[in-house]
């Protein structure tokens, strides 16, 4: 054979056999694992990592499998292999395989392309996390290159951020704030009613012209750094951010810079949006304009109260003067408006807020006032006889005005409108001063007319204050709303604000009702019943004690005690020996003691429930004494027409509203759907109150109002020492009331009508009647459907000891007409002939004598004093004008 093709020689340990012999003496480790030893023969000849078996010497590429060859891997693992180690048996092999099984895992290979934990790692991550090749909690660390970047990245954003909001915002004017457009108001028909607003109210003045001491008051009250601050305090924008983010209430700017950027804002959204533009704007206004500039602009653009941007139009509003002519201590008082004017401003803002009253306000003011020329002495902005001077008397604004537009009773019915947008939308009052609105009411021009004209009408032929001075500060406020609606057609506030009446009477607070309650007491017990009818709804049949001067027994058959622990007496007007009669016959003459004890048989507590669903507000009563149920309590005119037309509508309320719709920049602003009808009280219980109110006009204290000439249902009510007279009435179209008072608009107390209109005492049945006659005659037009009837509701109940009901007692009219007296008020009307018993029985309800007998009446005609069942009944607003009713003049009902 020739040597080219002869075998070439092999090794001792070459060849299939070799490798065979090895792989057969290694046994396999724990776990199925091969120990590592001499590999395993390749077929084809990829053998043991030589890379020159016979068959790749045959030009046959190697395979990858379990041996390496050249530059190869193991293939268990990713292991590299390289050269192996010599076998050294099973007892090394074992000892190799439990060495790697400490601990619980394999010890990972550090070869050069494993890398911790083993395997080749991904392809490399921008952000290493989780981080590749740490174990545990270190695979959750992020690394420190990995947390500065992130730094940097989220640092460098927001400066990114700010630069470009710097750069896009622009510097504003305080021009720019000066073109605040005016509110359009229209009539319920869609006709013009007024434009007013702000723009006529601002002049932009130089800082020359603005006086020294006005500039270092607003310094020294609002921010003390103002002359090196940078214009922006980033620990308050930082809480607005938060409070506005966690729905909070808004928060100004704290600095004067940002308040004037604020101030120049003409949209007034509270968002976190507006703060950061707001905020971008401050930094650029700090930057860009000096301190004289930024001043002059907060100083022309802050609002002070009484529709006033800016100190000139201040000065004016408040002083009379241009602003170079300010006083020091004036300019402290202008100053203090800057804080709030609603709470600061002397005149008070009691249409705002009920706690804004001129009393409180006073006392804000005159507080902070003085507190502001104490800082600028401390600054060193007054020397000590400047500051001597300037705090010697506090420099009291000169009244309200009128502005363009606003005279007559549109001043009033503005004010309305006003209020209820403000209540019910989230409209701010700046943002409404600022204008663009287009508001739609409820009134009708013509019923607006026509009740001022009925107001003035009856005024001038009856109040004098010329020729009598009893005549002198006399006032009378009105109302008008639809049944079944709630719409307010119609009012009357007073006599305008361009004659410094700047209170709205039409809602007024403070005045007491008076007789006008009683109708609440009878519902209560027509729906509720009495303790003693076991929860059944009692009829206006029932008979109760109409004597004067008797004593009220508490449920348990006590007698209502005073404060001094003696009995407490109700009184009648006159000592008419009604005997018992009937509820309906009490309501028909006014008479005070039958109501009394069925309101504390009903229980106080339910009279108040009534009145409270029929639309009276729940601040506006009084306490819960005997004399409650004699209207001590003090609701508005609006709200007394609102709940009388809950009887007209047969017990469906719906509360009073005095706007349709709003608008700004075309788009309707919501809050303004109009308000639901519910059913407060059964419709029996409201029509059998309108049957008994009807019969008070028809029979009783009310005669006048039939002159209307249709079927209407209304009470009378009078208080204490003639304090206030009211007449509250209604037909199914209309409900109307009216209330009439005495009032030193500088005293803010209520005082006697005795004597006025050259009559001994004046009554609801007088003077308040002849103007709801004389309006209604004009304001409700179309057929006249009358009320529907009444039906028979509850059992015919008797006060204790009472006497037997007479079968013939119906439920007609009147258990007797009266003869209508003579329609004067020059003459006070004798009482009318008891057409009930006039005996007393029992015999010791008719006692004159024993505990509390000479205290029947006080000075001013009380209770002689205040029940002590229930907190005290002093009214709040207006003075104590309904304190103690029921005395001798009658608590409120003192015969209409």
């Not at 006529?200 to 006005?214: C, E, S, T």
């Not at 729905?247 to 804002?265: C, D, E, L, P, R």
């Not at 206006?540 to 003696?566: C, W």
């Amino acid at each position: 054979m020739s040597e080219h093709r002869r075998k070439p020689p092999q090794s001792p340990g070459d060849g299939r056999a070799a490798a065979r012999r090895g792989a057969q003496q290694q046994p396999p480790p724990p776990g199925g694992r091969r120990a590592a030893g001499p590999p395993r023969p390749q077929p084809h000849g990829t053998g043991s990592g030589q890379g020159h078996g016979p068959r790749q010497g045959m030009g046959q590429p190697p395979r990858q499998g379990a041996g390496a060859g050249t530059g190869g891997r193991a293939s268990t693992g990713g292991r590299a292999r390289g050269a192996e180690p010599p076998y050294e048996g099973r007892a090394a092999a074992r000892r190799a395989a439990q060495s790697s099984q400490k601990g619980g895992r394999r010890r990972p290979a550090t070869g050069a392309q494993g890398g911790r934990g083993g395997g080749q790692p991904p392809k490399k991550r921008i952000v290493d996390y989780p981080r590749w090749g740490r174990d545990g909690w270190r695979r959750w660390m992020p690394s420190w290159k990995l947390v500065s970047g992130l730094c940097l990245f989220f640092f460098g954003s927001l400066v990114a951020v700010a630069g470009v909001g710097y750069a896009m915002v622009g510097i504003p004017n305080e021009n720019d704030a000066a073109k605040s457009q005016n509110n359009v108001y229209y009539w319920a028909n869609g006709d013009r009613m007024v434009a007013t607003g702000t723009g006529a109210n601002r002049q932009n003045v130089g800082l020359a012209d603005i006086p020294k001491a006005m500039q270092n008051a607003v310094i020294s009250a609002e921010n003390k750094s103002f002359e090196t601050d940078s214009g922006v305090d980033p620990m308050g924008v930082a809480r607005a951010l938060f409070n506005m983010a966690k729905g909070g209430q808004a928060q100004g700017g704290s600095t004067i810079t940002q308040q004037y950027v604020k101030n120049t804002f003409l949209s007034q959204d509270q968002t976190v949006t507006r703060k950061f533009k707001e905020l971008f704007i401050s930094i650029k206004v700090g930057t860009k304009l000096d301190k004289d500039e930024i001043l002059q602009g907060y100083l022309n653009t802050s609002y002070y109260g009484r529709s006033a941007y800016g100190i000139q139009a201040a000065a004016q509003t408040y002083y009379g003067v241009d602003a170079s002519k300010l006083t020091p201590s004036q300019c402290a008082f202008l100053a203090a408006l800057l804080k709030g004017p609603t709470y600061y401003d002397p005149a008070g803002a009691t249409s705002i807020d009920t706690a804004a009253t001129p009393e409180s306000n006073r006392k804000n003011s005159e507080y902070r006032w003085k507190w502001i020329l104490g800082e600028m002495y401390k600054d060193g902005k007054l020397n000590k006889d400047e500051y001597t001077e300037a705090v010697k008397k506090y420099p009291m604004p000169q009244g309200l005005k009128a502005t363009k537009g606003m005279t007559g009773q549109i001043s009033y019915l503005v004010d309305t409108a006003q209020n209820y947008v403000l209540a019910h939308s989230d409209i701010s009052r700046a943002e409404l001063d600022r204008g663009g609105y287009e508001i739609r009411t409820t009134f009708d021009k013509k019923k607006v007319d026509a009740l001022q004209n009925a107001v003035k009408k009856v005024e001038k032929d009856n109040i004098k204050p010329k020729q009598r001075k009893l005549d002198k500060y006399v006032q009378f406020g009105a109302a008008s709303v639809k049944p079944n609606d709630g719409a307010i057609v119609a009012l009357y506030g007073g006599a305008g604000f361009e004659n410094n009446h700047f209170t709205n009477n039409a809602d007024t607070k403070g005045v007491p009702v008076g007789s006008t309650w009683k109708p609440f007491v009878l519902a209560a017990a027509m729906e509720y019943g009495t303790y003693r009818s076991d929860g059944e709804g009692i009829s206006p049949l029932s008979k109760y004690n109409g004597n004067d001067h008797i004593k009220i027994k508490n449920n348990d058959g006590t007698y209502v005690l005073k404060k001094d622990n003696t009995a407490f007496f109700q009184e009648n007007e006159s000592p008419t020996p009604w005997g018992y009669i009937t509820l309906r016959k009490a309501m028909e003459q006014s008479i005070n003691t039958p109501f009394v004890q069925l309101g504390m048989d009903v229980g106080m507590e339910k009279v108040a429930d009534v009145a409270e669903k029929t639309g009276i507000l729940k601040a506006s009563m009084a306490g819960r004494n005997a004399s409650f149920a004699l209207g001590t309590s003090t609701p508005s005119a609006i709200r007394m027409a609102d709940a009388y037309a809950t009887f007209a509508a047969s017990g469906k309320h719906v509360d009073p509203y005095s706007v349709v719709s709003v608008k700004k920049n075309g788009a309707d602003v919501p809050g303004f759907d109009k308000p639901k009808v519910t059913r407060v009280m059964p419709a029996e219980v409201a029509d059998n109150v309108s049957d008994v109110l009807e019969n008070v006009i028809q029979n009783g204290t009310g005669f006048r109002a039939k002159e209307l000439g249709r079927k209407a249902a209304g009470k009378t009510g009078t208080t204490d020492s003639n304090k206030s007279a009211w007449f509250v009435g209604y037909t199914q179209q209309l409900s109307t009331s009216v209330a009439m008072f005495r009032e030193n608009p500088k005293t803010h107390g209520l005082m006697s009508m005795n004597g006025t209109a050259g009559v001994e005492s004046i009554h609801g049945g007088d003077i308040p009647t002849e103007i709801w006659t004389a309006y209604m005659k004009g304001a409700v037009t179309g057929p006249d459907t009358g009320f529907p009837d009444a039906p028979k509701i509850g059992d015919i109940h008797d006060g204790e000891g009472a006497p037997s009901p007479s079968p013939s007692v119906t439920a007609t009219p009147s258990e007797t007409a009266t003869t209508k007296p003579t329609p004067t008020i020059s003459q006070p009307q004798a009482p009318p002939t008891p057409t009930e018993s006039g005996e007393c029985k029992p015999w010791w309800e008719c006692q004159d004598a024993g505990g509390g007998a000479n205290d029947g009446g006080t000075s001013d005609g009380g209770t002689g004093g205040t029940p002590s069942t229930s907190p005290s009944s002093s009214a709040t607003g207006r003075g104590s004008g309904g304190n103690g009713n029921g005395g001798l003049l009658g608590s409120g009902g003192n015969g209409g």
